[in-house]
């Protein structure tokens, strides 16, 4: 069993910026990817961005490529996402996730290779 909590949100200007959490138990967490994905409503959850279980690959959606930027810390359990220059458009529930297979990073943009998600949490970006 993993438990994944976020945390970070909140309300912003556009322009501004935010820095989620995500902080993990009960797996190894340095031999997972990890992905952030988000779901505004009335929409499906979309894919945000990728790490690889070593923090040495990134990537990331078109839509926030340059503006945002995945980290972890293995010594922490704990995966980050930088949002700057937010726009409205980012407004939605933003959602951690652990690869369901260990030292692998391929297929990330799809939802079913991750088992495990945290609760979400919300981020709303004010016009």
């Known amino acids: 069993q993993v438990h994944l909590v976020e945390s970070g949100g909140g309300l912003v200007q556009a322009g501004g910026s935010l820095r989620l959490s995500c902080a993990a138990s009960?797996?190894?967490?340095?031999?997972?990817?990890m992905g952030w994905f988000r779901q505004a409503p009335g929409r499906e959850r979309e894919f945000v961005a990728a790490?690889?279980?070593?923090?040495?690959?990134?990537d990331y959606a078109d839509s926030v490529k340059g503006r945002f930027t995945i980290s972890r810390d293995n010594a922490q359990n704990t995966a980050y996402l930088q949002m700057n220059s937010l726009k409205p458009e980012d407004t939605a529930v933003y959602y951690c996730?652990?690869?369901?297979?260990?030292?692998?990073?391929?297929?990330?943009?799809?939802?079913?290779?991750?088992?495990?998600w945290g609760q979400g949490t919300q981020v709303t970006v004010s016009s």
């Open positions: 790490i690889s279980w070593s923090g040495g690959r990134t």
């Open positions: 996730a652990v690869n369901r297979r260990a030292y692998y990073f391929g297929d990330y943009y799809g939802k079913d290779e991750y088992d495990y």
């Open positions: 009960g797996r190894t967490f340095s031999i997972y990817s």
